[in-house]
């Protein structure tokens, strides 16, 4: 299992941004799907980005137009752009790998962070 560390969480308050960070130390990232996924309190967790090996990038229609998700802004490191961020955007963010190309279905993600809280409140 290939080991993910999400960074980057924190406290905002609304309409702020905030960037989160998935790096790995052991493999590249590069030859694997990356997708960012939240659990917010009494729900179940869903998928809200992905980019897959190739460059193609994919949005939950809640966070379209408002999150951006690219690689190699650091060393090895995926990222998550979340800009005018909303009190139901507080969850616990987790990244996770697939292989080459992302999906809609978690049992295809293989290897997964231990997540980073992002709280949204005024």
């Known amino acids: 299992q290939l080991q993910l560390v999400e960074s980057g969480g924190g406290l905002v308050q609304p309409g702020e941004s905030l960037t989160l960070s998935c790096s790995a130390s052991?493999?590249?990232?590069?030859?694997?799907?990356i997708g960012w996924f939240r659990q917010a309190p009494g729900k179940e967790r869903e998928g809200i980005s992905c980019?897959?090996?190739?460059?193609?990038?994919y949005y939950v229609d809640s966070v379209k137009g408002r999150f951006s998700i690219s690689r190699g802004n650091a060393k090895n490191t995926v990222s998550l752009l979340m800009a005018s961020l909303k009190p139901e955007d507080t969850a616990v963010y987790y990244c996770?790998?697939?292989?080459?190309?992302?999906?809609?279905?978690?049992?295809?993600?293989?290897?997964w962070g231990q997540g980073t809280q992002v709280t949204v409140s005024s």
């Open positions: 996770a790998a697939a292989n080459r190309h992302c999906s809609g279905s978690e049992p295809a993600y293989g290897s």
């Open positions: 052991e493999f590249s990232l590069d030859n694997y799907a």
């Open positions: 980019i897959d090996s190739n460059g193609g990038t």
